[in-house]
């Protein structure tokens, strides 16, 4: 239990010591600019005077996590197995722009009519990303190299349909957009529930999807950690040669866990899209599938962990707002998410090498006969001795045999 | 004048404090800055940012100068608010300075058409306006105001100047994002070509399509883009493309060709002399002229609500800039249709057909 | 044989007048929880090859670590040429004249030979590499030290001797006068130990220092001038190789007896379980690597494949294990045809596998045992229930296999990367054997292992055999494919090229025909 203690605490060791090193970095950033670093974190964790506008503060923080954690579970699911979903950009804007347009044509009663709207973008955003999975091991092409290229597509083309077949303003508008959703595709706040709680009724509704988010959270934490399909995703990602070896079909999950990734690609729009934006248009917030890799990175790939990495951005981009009010440059809260992203890298290097040296040390003391492992920590090796640039993902040459 | 104007806002700040103690919790203002006090002799005026924010050296920018100058001159505090990285927080920019006081609140862009729409019904006491947007209908709400601006009419006035400039009999155009607003830099500068010359060809090219604002802020792709006119044979190239402009001057520069800038007068905004040079002109949106006009409008309290005030070439709202005298020889003629479109006798249209 | 506290035995005294090139007095080095290294004493001579043995675990790693700077003793000296140093990284060592042949090659598969040996260490010209220089010098030390290295050769297209040499040639480089060779031995055949041995002695003509550390005792016996042998993290003697036996050395490294290979009586059944008929796997190239290969495994068989690696042992396991397809032939498992299945699905068919690399094939190092447990068995109680994973289940059997096997670890949540070689591969063959298979597929079970697990591995092999188990033995180790083996191929170029009765071969018969200079005619 203690060595299950030790694990936990390094694993949280890593993301509180990037976010300690980009404090740092930016409190001196901050006062060689001539401001209090002080000050400037004072203002930033304050919400607001009023209950009303700190309950606010916390829906303006919470819709914006909520994009943040789909967007990062998007990315995580395909970094557990070793593949780089660059393409979530792309998945989830294509997924949004058909679902927007999909659920604004049709009638159906409510539940229904979300749950078609639902289905639209994970399924869009799954056979998008199923597209680099195919490329990947049909004729291994770099799912990197593939799915950048198709953001581009996916971008052209959501614009194509967006400003084409799929127009809903009238001419001459400055923001195109696509038909409005009626009310029976919405998804109706949760400012019910927190004054139901007692808490101030806040200016802006919390986005409902935060709900399926959550679910969606659990749901990838269930199957990444508890089903077999999860664990040989994260065979996979940890050694393609020893998953394969041990019988999954690398092919297989390659398509599969892109097709997965995907299709939580494809929600990512919908919070706004359905919480406040019933269309979508020109405006439509961009950039979420980048973040989401900031995100998951931060987050270490864990379910858990990406919540809480969403959580901190979100808060980030509302302080934002009271540093400008304070007249201190709101490029510190950049400067603050830039260096995190930067100091998680390095942070999870010293951790993944503490935890290292802690397991060493966990088998040195497994027996009084035992001294320090000599199988040490000698790097993969081919058979024939010779180190190899491990390519770390299934679907190689080497890796897709079977 | 002056006077009457620190008593008008005064007034307007001591009722507006009145407001947000009314549609908040009483205890709310108690820490904050103060809805009375020090700062209510003031003009308290809030600015939000579209995407870029602060330091774009462009439209944001340009609004900043014609606020800062009229706070300056009204006396008063400007606070001035930048868009998160993907400008998801529009709504909340203007929640913000509204909730804290600052009236009149000037949104920048025409992204903000929406949350303005929304946000401006909650706060019935404070004046809105939103720079390229129109409210012309009061769709928006009665206390928002549209300033508007004619760019068709500028960019016809560069579209003369190319026209008249060009040996090749053929020139271009840059687009940064595919939209309505730069269709409408388009139209009225291909008419404006055409009106010099019919028989004139324009490259027309956009840098991303709608709904990808990276085509405002990628001088690597404007620089491909307009190189790939030059090459074409044209030999001035006009852009309506924010920060990408830059490439499409040093295309010009590295072709011996000529470009034509937006927004401000571009002449005087780039530092390096080897760009200078090509710049021939610039089409002019006085961004700043529109705000410091509405904040004085607010000041002496003429400001009405749920109208457009439209600035085009007869107010001097848009313009076509003269600095490096590149046009000397042909201001005559730009002279003349200038007057013709304020008089009526040209059309200019504002969509492509 | 003398105990450690009186090294001034017979050649002690004869290296008296010069200076020791290395000696380490009264070396501690502790990590939290335990002493990995306790009073170590070392004397190496100049100009010898001196071996350190001993049981994988028993401190040589840590002990080699410490002298090569890796990592600083909490007590205890260094001394280098009769000086004192403190090494604060490997760069120190180098600097002072220590250099280390790993275990696992440390060489770019790409580069050439040359580029190899400068890499890290370029000679420069106003800023290039000087390769003429750089050519100069490895032709140089090629030919002092007869390496018979071609600077210009691709190490991709080397054989593990040569890459070795290569290896060699790289410490050298770099002006080392102390080698440190870890387990050299373990990954060649012994034609290739010959002219390794034959290296080492013209390093020992031209004065050089050689630290030579093996658990294979005959081998230590025939290259060493002097042996020092480690337990539990000290050192309990020193030897002279021509004086000691193999068995007594190994009575000092383990204080029990040597175990053997040998089976006992044959219990080789009618029942065939395994049938490869004209089984053929190409490469890339389509150029055959296993050609036309048939053979039968029945149950209670041990059938051993020997060959120099690289002559298709590799691919014909990945035939029969379902990770490559076959250009021809068929694969019968019992009476099924499975040359179509999965390797889940001739895993759930009842295959075990021992693969040859465990870090690459067997394990997941960043993960915890019991998941390691679970892995290959993905489709199986007690790991899994339905479609999900066993975790309770999953750490129960796996506390039952360290139990059961010797897996010393503390507990099912340590990661797999913390145990010593040996303990890994004992939780190998205990979760393979967990699943009872029909069949087992085991290359090299006991490459790297220290000799306790190897004779842990041979009894459960033996035990399995007796119950009816077949098992696919491939092994570089020429004494395990005789000792267990009832029926002996011989792989060379992809083919079976000779079938070799194993209670008669010789080790050196048997290397003959691995190596083609022999035939079957000539086998006798």
Redesign the interface.
């Known amino acids: 239990m203690t060595g299950l203690a030790r694990r936990v605490g390094l694993s949280l060791f890593g993301p509180l010591l990037a976010v300690l090193v980009a404090l740092v970095i930016s409190a001196l950033v901050i006062a060689l600019i001539g401001e209090d670093p002080i000050a400037a974190f004072r203002v930033m964790v304050d919400l607001g005077d009023s209950p009303s506008q700190q309950v606010q503060s916390i829906v303006v923080v919470l819709n914006r996590a909520v994009p943040l954690f789909l967007a990062g579970l998007a990315v995580a699911v395909a970094f557990r197995m070793g593949l780089f979903n660059i393409g979530v950009e792309g998945q989830y804007r294509l997924a949004t722009v058909l679902a927007a347009a999909v659920g604004a044509a049709v009638v159906l009663p409510a539940p229904l009519h979300l749950l078609v709207i639902v289905v639209v973008a994970m399924v869009v955003g799954a056979l998008w990303a199923g597209i680099v999975g195919v490329l990947k091991v049909t004729r291994g092409v770099s799912e990197v190299i593939s799915s950048i290229m198709l953001n581009f597509i996916a971008l052209g083309l959501a614009s194509y349909l967006l400003t084409g077949p799929l127009r809903g303003s009238p001419p001459g508008a400055s923001i195109i957009t696509t038909s409005e959703i009626p009310g029976s595709g919405r998804v109706p706040s949760l400012n019910g529930l927190l004054t139901g709680l007692g808490l101030a009724e806040p200016r802006s509704g919390l986005y409902g999807f935060l709900l399926v988010a959550i679910v969606v959270g659990v749901v990838v934490a269930v199957l990444l950690k508890r089903t077999r399909f999860g664990f040989d995703l994260r065979a996979t990602g940890l050694s393609p040669s020893a998953a394969t070896a041990s019988g999954v079909d690398a092919r297989g999950m390659v398509v599969k866990t892109m097709l997965i990734s995907g299709a939580i690609a494809g929600l990512i729009g919908l919070p706004d899209l359905l919480g406040s934006q019933y269309d979508y248009g020109t405006e439509f917030t961009a950039g979420l599938g980048f973040l989401g890799i900031a995100v998951a990175l931060l987050g270490r790939s864990a379910p858990l962990g990406i919540a809480l990495a969403a959580l901190l951005f979100a808060f980030l981009d509302r302080a934002a707002l009271p540093l400008q009010f304070a007249d201190i440059p709101s490029s510190v809260v950049t400067i603050i998410q830039g260096t995190i992203v930067l100091a998680v890298v390095i942070a999870n290097e010293v951790a993944r090498r503490l935890a290292l040296r802690s397991a060493e040390r966990a088998g040195a003391s497994a027996g009084p006969d035992s001294g320090v492992g000599d199988g040490g920590t000698p790097p993969p090796t081919s058979p024939d001795g010779g180190q190899r640039v491990r390519a770390g993902v299934p679907g190689d040459p080497q890796g897709a045999q079977a | 004048m002056k006077a009457s104007a620190r008593a008008m806002a005064l007034l307007l700040a001591g009722s507006m404090a009145l407001a947000a103690c009314a549609s908040?919790?009483p205890?709310?203002?108690?820490?904050?800055e103060g809805g009375g006090g020090a700062a209510a002799e003031e003009l308290r005026v809030g600015l939000a940012y579209d995407t870029g924010?602060r330091g774009d050296r462009s439209f944001n920018d340009s609004a900043y100068t014609g606020a800062a100058a009229a706070t300056d001159a009204l006396g008063g505090e400007l606070?001035?608010?930048?868009p998160?990285?993907?400008?998801?927080?529009?709504?909340?920019?203007l929640?913000?300075l509204a909730?804290?006081g600052f009236n009149p609140v000037i949104a920048v862009g025409?992204?903000y058409?929406?949350v303005i729409a929304e946000v401006a019904p909650?706060f019935p006491d404070t004046t809105f306006a939103q720079v390229?947007?129109s409210n012309a209908d009061g769709a928006k709400g009665d206390n928002v105001t549209g300033l508007i601006f004619a760019e068709e009419e500028g960019s016809f006035l560069a579209g003369v100047a190319a026209a008249l400039k060009s040996e090749s009999g053929r020139v271009g155009f840059v687009g940064g994002?595919?939209?309505?607003?730069i269709e409408k830099f388009e139209a009225g500068y291909v008419a404006g070509a055409q009106a010099v010359n019919p028989q004139i060809t324009v490259d027309r090219q956009y840098i991303s399509?709608?709904?990808?604002?990276s085509g405002f802020n990628d001088p690597a792709r404007g620089q491909i883009v307009a190189q790939g006119m030059f090459d074409g044979g044209a030999d001035i190239v006009y852009h309506a493309a924010g920060g990408s402009g830059l490439g499409v001057f040093q295309a010009a520069a590295a072709s011996g060709n000529r470009a034509i800038g937006v927004d401000s007068d571009q002449y005087l905004t780039v530092s390096d002399p080897a760009l200078q040079a090509v710049i021939m002109t610039s089409m002019l949106k006085r961004v700043d002229n529109a705000v410091e006009g509405f904040i004085n409008d607010y000041a002496e309290g003429n400001v009405e609500g749920a109208t457009d005030v439209l600035n085009d070439l007869s107010t001097e709202g848009i313009d076509l800039a003269t600095s490096g005298g590149f046009i000397d020889d042909i201001q005559s003629e730009i002279d003349q249709y200038k007057q013709q479109i304020i008089d009526g006798t040209v059309t200019v249209p504002?969509?492509i057909e | 044989m003398a105990p450690a506290d009186s090294p001034a035995d017979g050649q002690g005294t004869a290296g008296g007048d010069a200076p020791l090139a290395v000696e380490l007095r009264r070396i501690t080095k502790r990590f939290p929880g335990v002493v990995a290294n306790r009073d170590i004493e070392l004397r190496v001579r100049r100009g010898e090859v001196h071996a350190i043995v001993g049981e994988n675990g028993a401190g040589k790693s840590t002990l080699m670590k410490t002298l090569y700077g890796e990592h600083r003793p909490d007590e205890g000296e260094v001394l280098v040429d009769g000086r004192p140093v403190q090494f604060r990284s490997p760069a120190d060592a180098i600097a002072a004249g220590i250099g280390m042949v790993h275990q696992h090659f440390m060489l770019a598969d790409n580069f050439t030979v040359l580029e190899n040996v400068v890499l890290g260490s370029e000679p420069t010209k106003r800023g290039r590499l000087d390769v003429a220089e750089a050519r100069r010098r490895i032709t140089d030390i090629s030919d002092r030290y007869s390496l018979g290295l071609d600077p210009d050769a691709l190490v991709e297209d080397l054989g593990v001797g040569d890459r070795q040499r290569v290896e060699i040639a790289k410490v050298l480089y770099r002006d080392a006068r102390i080698l440190i060779l870890d387990e050299p031995t373990a990954v060649l055949v012994p034609q290739e130990v010959d002219e390794l041995f034959g290296n080492l002695a013209e390093l020992k003509r031209e004065g050089l220092t050689v630290i030579f550390i093996s658990h294979k005792l005959d081998e230590v016996r025939r290259v060493a001038d002097s042996i020092t042998v480690i337990r539990r993290g000290t050192t309990v003697g020193t030897a002279d190789p021509r004086t000691t036996t193999a068995k007594q050395l190994a009575e000092l490294m383990v204080g029990a007896e040597l175990p053997t290979p040998e089976t006992r009586e044959s219990t080789v059944r009618d029942t065939p379980v395994l049938q490869l008929v004209d089984v053929t796997v190409t490469d890339a190239g389509e150029r055959p690597v296993v050609d036309d290969v048939t053979l039968t495994v029945r149950e209670g068989e041990v059938v051993g494949i020997a060959g120099v690696e690289g002559n298709g042992q590799a691919e014909l396991v990945d035939a029969i294990m379902g990770l490559r397809p076959l250009a021809a032939g068929r694969v019968l498992l019992g009476t099924d045809d499975v040359t179509a299945w999965s390797t889940r699905a001739r895993r759930e068919a009842g295959v075990g596998f021992i693969p040859e690399d465990r870090h690459r094939q067997g394990m997941l190092l960043d993960a915890p045992l019991w998941e390691n447990r679970i892995l290959g068995h993905q489709t199986r109680p007690p790991a899994v229930k339905g479609p999900f994973i066993d975790r309770r289940g999953a750490r129960a059997d796996t506390a039952r296999i360290m139990r059961e096997y010797d897996v010393r670890a503390p507990g099912p949540d340590t990661l797999a990367v913390a145990l010593s070689g040996g303990n890994q591969q004992k939780l190998i063959v205990g979760r393979e054997m967990s699943a009872e298979p029909r069949l087992l597929v085991a290359a090299h079970p006991t490459r790297g292992v220290d000799v306790g697990a190897q004779s842990v591995v041979w009894e459960l092999l033996k035990d399995a055999r007796a119950e009816g188990l077949g098992i696919v033995l491939i092994s570089a180790d020429l004494d395990e494919l005789i000792g267990l083996s009832d029926t002996l191929h011989v792989m060379l170029r992809g083919r079976l090229v000779a079938t070799l009765d194993p209670g008669r071969v010789t080790p050196e018969e048997l290397g003959g025909h691995m190596t083609g200079a022999r035939t079957t005619a000539g086998a006798s």
């Open positions: 908040d919790e205890a709310a203002e108690g820490g904050g924010g606070q001035e608010l930048s998160n990285d993907d400008a998801s927080n529009r709504a909340d920019l929640v913000q909730e804290q025409f992204n058409d929406d909650q390229d947007g994002v595919e939209s309505p607003l399509p709608a709904g990808d604002f504002t969509t």
